[in-house]
């Protein structure tokens, strides 16, 4: 079942969709067509969002079942997300905000880029903060990093830590941009995707996050086989010489010139030489 109804933020009204995954399963353990259509509904209703507020209950066993599927829903989805823990009350005296989300983390592992939230439905505590942190996830999505900004963010991360070598040759960096912002999809070019490590992967994630925040936001890293005529970050060095407005390239260019202007007087001499009028030979 899913309500559409208004969040008031600030003197704006947002569009909102509640959402009831009660009973929701796995495809294949699914027997009727009710269920499916009710499977169907909640992930429609995933697609169409901007933001999902994924609702949870504090509990120092961590989270159920259900939670998981719906936590692998929202991953799948890619879509902005913000953990909202609810029943905060009833554990309050026993355990600490830092215990419970220790626990979440850990039934959670793939929701870690989504902040968690906790709040007292009943008491109503918290709530001012929950659409605080939804407002901040919001302003992340219109958020779009220039070319040259994430270049020097990759770049510094290869020179920090060298990717290990997994295939015939190390991985080699060229260029990056950001294809997307809903959510941030960078894609890299590299010599050979194959070559880099999922570790080293999840290293370049974490400096992107670490440099542009995306706090609620999945990021994506696509890997490209970069074009031919495209130099490496790595023989950079190698290539400083040839580099437009390096002390290399200027010697070189004035060394061009004095060489073609010593050509264009040599063709010089050659034609006035040869425009001379001489001795006629006698027959």
């Not at 796995?26 to 697609?47: D, G, L, P």
Request: charged residues 30%; proline residues 5%; glycine residues 4%.
């Amino acid at each position: 079942m899913d309500v559409d109804f208004e969040l008031e933020y600030k003197g704006e009204k947002l569009p909102a969709s509640l959402i009831d995954t009660a009973g929701l399963r796995k495809r294949a353990k699914v027997r009727n067509a009710v269920e499916m259509f009710s499977i169907m509904r909640a992930q429609e209703a995933v697609e169409r969002a901007r933001l999902v507020l994924f609702l949870v209950e504090a509990s120092p066993a961590g989270v159920t079942a259900q939670d998981r599927r719906i936590a692998a829903l929202v991953e799948e989805s890619g879509k902005a997300c913000v953990i909202v823990v609810n029943k905060y009350d009833v554990q309050r005296s026993e355990h600490s905000q830092d215990e419970l989300l220790k626990e979440l983390r850990f039934s959670l592992p793939g929701m870690n880029y989504a902040p968690a939230v906790f709040v007292s439905a009943k008491e109503k505590y918290n709530l001012d903060g929950l659409l605080d942190q939804a407002a901040q996830v919001m302003e992340q999505l219109e958020l779009r990093i220039p070319t040259s900004t994430v270049n020097r963010v990759l770049y510094d991360a290869f020179e920090r830590v060298s990717p290990p070598v997994t295939g015939r040759s190390p991985l080699r960096f060229y260029y990056a941009l950001m294809a997307a912002n809903e959510p941030p999809h960078f894609i890299m070019f590299v010599n050979e995707p194959k070559y880099c490590a999922a570790n080293y992967l999840n290293y370049l994630k974490k400096a992107l996050r670490s440099a542009f925040d995306f706090t609620g936001l999945p990021i994506i890293v696509t890997l490209r086989a970069r074009p031919k005529k495209i130099a490496s970050f790595h023989t950079e060095g190698r290539s400083a010489r040839n580099k437009p407005g390096s002390k290399a390239a200027i010697a070189k260019f004035v060394r061009n010139k004095k060489k073609a202007e010593k050509e264009q007087e040599r063709r010089k001499n050659k034609r006035n030489t040869s425009g001379k009028p001489g001795k006629r030979r006698k027959k």
